[in-house]
């Protein structure tokens, strides 16, 4: 019903589409669609989550307005073509190329015979994974370190002298005041896409936000459905200090007990189905520089790594403070054993900031902002119940066996700097020419 | 711990197993904390020691809890401050600490203060302190010391704390497919074998970190378990100190 009412605004406004925020504009339009390149191919660039103003309108639309303009391109007289050619996108560009060779074989079957493949580099072709389950997981896991870092100064408050060592200066005073995560540790870049979940605005509002979450009703209709799956495996044992309560001569107590036990390794395995044909060849280039801070320039990154150090030595020297007073009974009811235990957490949380960071995005593989998962669809899926083989989508560019080529680049360097990344795709469209499997 | 010249002194030496391989000690008297290379003994820290408590209840702050406690002391400093104290079950003696007795820390607010006394032993027993953040997250702190008999006398090894933090909201806009796991076990169990032909074909990711529970609640259970070793009481040179009283 929702998009029975967009459509008739769509037709009422028809006069006025080129100024109203339901179509999308030439200008953007060519900003974001290179015209076809010498080497037959056309590129299609990301999203500006930092420009991005919130609209009701989804990439659906965008996607149609994109294929309606390449038609409209190769139509007119200067830019007449009729020949066939490849599409090439990054980041949210990824997806919509994919969703590009589906709106296009719906709409014509003489102008999908032209497209010869796709390629994505850097590509959320699978959803971005930082929002899978909604805009509450990245807000959940960002309170949690905001919380865990407030929490931590909190502990220093009357043990270390905040104001005068400088390393905890600018602490935050509220629980829950995620300006100090934002602006000390995370690139322009990354607070972008962050500022967008933790806004409180209705998924419908930033639509195209809400059609990059992994399993939207976007992604499922044009790009791929999937299922997604959590396994675990053992990888062995573990032994330590654990809980155990107990009768002494001095009443029953909590005693701490040397034990073995199982540890596990997760996983997430998915299943896909992809709309796009086996026909159509799809290469997937995937950036594997996990370093979110290399985005930056090497000053600003080395700036907030000292931060970071610094930070995880002041934590350290409160957890101690707090030991100490636990010793004494004053110190265990003045509320030590917990503000000890959250300037641990604080501690561990900067020791294992890129980790933490990783955790943000979803995975610990990924190119700085983007789940390597995220970025391509493997060809085949074994069901870890039955032991069937499921072909996916096989048709894949690049002659590697993974299905994807990796380069160590992070998100922004794979588009804009590397050299060798814009030869391999160059190899794929040459490649997709004789890939593509035509009726 | 040794009192030397009437004055208490403490001295604690972090195990660097245990603590990223740092050398690290703190020594305290009454009124100092010095924190130092345990090797170097370069100091790192001084602080004066400020108290974070009314000053009303010095009567506790002299039982150290280490073991052993003057419980009938206690009782009559306690009723003679009307402070609500009362003899429990099982040979349990509760003290209740008003909240204004406390300082608060920035961003909490103290609920409730209960110590108990195990009555049989003269030693401490419990202690449980409920804070409200300034969000309306709700986190007690249970702690209890850990004793081991040395030839009849009770000595504090150690401390066990169980910390409870209950958050007062949900997060909100998750959608509602988000798969919840409440243990390990609740996750399906796949083979080394089976795990390695799917990442062959690339269609299996680890997850660095599982979250167990609904996601949307940031409420968590930790269990915080200190041990002291080598404890030692009056039975340690005073040099140990001596950044405290100076000399070699």
Request: glycine share 8%.
């Given at each position: ?137 990245l807000k959940a896991r960002f309170n949690t370190d905001t919380n865990i870092i407030w929490r931590g100064f ?286 | ?68 406690m003057d419980l009938a002391g206690i009782r009559s400093t306690a009723a003679r401050l009307y402070l609500d ?164």
């Amino acid at each position: 019903m929702a998009g029975f009412k967009q459509k008739i605004s769509f037709v009422l406004l028809g006069v006025v589409i080129s100024i109203s925020s339901g179509t999308t504009a030439e200008s953007d339009l060519t900003a974001k669609v290179s015209k076809l390149e010498p080497e037959g191919y056309r590129t299609f660039s990301g999203f500006n989550f930092e420009e991005y103003t919130p609209s009701t309108n989804g990439l659906k639309k965008r996607v149609e307005a994109e294929v309606a303009y390449v038609i409209s391109q190769d139509s007119t007289e200067g830019t007449k073509y009729a020949g066939t050619y490849s599409i090439v996108g990054h980041s949210q560009g990824g997806l919509r190329v994919l969703a590009y060779a589906n709106q296009l074989k719906n709409k014509s079957a003489v102008e999908y015979n032209r497209l010869d493949g796709i390629i994505t580099v850097s590509g959320i072709d699978r959803g971005l994974l930082a929002l899978d389950g909604g805009f509450g997981t990245l807000k959940a896991r960002f309170n949690t370190d905001t919380n865990i870092i407030w929490r931590g100064f909190r502990a220093g408050v009357g043990v270390f002298d905040i104001g005068s060592t400088g390393i905890l200066s600018g602490a935050p005073r509220q629980i829950g005041d995620v300006s100090l995560l934002l602006s000390n540790f995370l690139p322009g870049e990354f607070r972008a896409y962050v500022k967008h979940a933790l806004s409180d605005a209705s998924e419908d509002s930033l639509a195209e936000i809400r059609d990059m979450m992994p399993g939207s009703t976007f992604i499922k209709e044009n790009v791929a459905n999937n299922k997604e799956f959590t396994y675990r495996v053992i990888t062995g044992t573990a032994s330590g200090w654990r809980l155990v309560q107990i009768s002494t001569i001095f009443g029953k107590a909590w005693v701490p007990v040397y034990l073995t036990w199982n540890t596990y390794a997760y996983y997430s395995a998915y299943m896909d189905v992809p709309v796009f044909s086996n026909d159509i060849p799809v290469g997937y280039i995937v950036g594997l520089n996990n370093n979110t801070l290399s985005i930056m320039d090497p000053a600003a990154e080395n700036d907030i790594r000292k931060k970071v150090s610094d930070m995880k030595d002041a934590f350290a020297k409160i957890q101690d403070i707090h030991f100490w007073k636990c010793v004494g009974i004053i110190g265990m009811f003045s509320g030590s054993a917990q503000y000890g235990y959250d300037a641990g957490q604080a501690k561990k949380w900067m020791a294992n900031f890129d980790g933490e960071l990783n955790e943000l995005k979803g995975s610990g593989e990924n190119d700085g902002l983007v789940a390597k998962e995220s970025q391509y669809y493997p060809k085949k899926f074994t069901d870890p119940n039955t032991g069937e083989k499921l072909d996916v989508h096989t048709n894949v560019l690049g002659k590697t066996s993974e299905g994807y080529v990796g380069f160590p680049y992070n998100h922004r360097q794979i588009w804009e700097e590397a050299a060798d990344v814009e030869s391999k795709y160059k190899e794929m469209v040459i490649e997709a020419r004789t890939a593509r499997v035509r009726k | 711990m040794k009192t030397i010249e009437g004055v208490q002194y403490v001295r604690l030496d972090f195990d660097p197993a245990l603590n990223e391989g740092r050398s690290r000690s703190i020594v305290s008297d009454n009124t100092e904390m010095v924190m130092f290379d345990t090797v170097t003994e370069a100091v790192e820290y001084r602080i004066p020691i400020t108290r974070d408590v009314s000053s009303d209840l010095s009567f506790l702050d002299a039982e150290s809890g280490i073991s052993r406690m003057d419980l009938a002391g206690i009782r009559s400093t306690a009723a003679r401050l009307y402070l609500d104290i009362a003899e429990e079950a099982d040979n349990r003696l509760s003290l209740k600490i008003p909240s204004s007795m406390i300082l608060n820390q920035s961003g909490n607010t103290r609920v409730s203060t209960k110590v108990s006394f195990d009555m049989s032993n003269d030693t401490l027993e419990e202690i449980e302190i409920v804070d409200r953040l300034e969000d309306g997250t709700v986190v007690t702190a249970t702690t209890q010391p850990v004793y081991k008999d040395f030839e009849g006398t009770p000595i504090k090894v150690g401390t066990v704390s169980i910390i409870d933090s209950k958050a007062a909201v949900l997060v909100d806009g998750f959608t509602g497919d988000v798969p919840i796991y409440e243990c390990p076990e609740d996750v399906p169990l796949i083979s080394q074998e089976t795990l390695g032909l799917m990442q062959s074909e690339g269609s299996i990711h680890p997850i660095d970190t599982m979250v167990f529970g609904n996601p949307a609640d940031l409420s968590y259970q930790a269990s915080i378990i200190e041990v002291y070793s080598d404890v030692g009481i009056n039975a340690t040179p005073d040099s140990l100190f001596k950044l405290l009283r100076g000399g070699n």
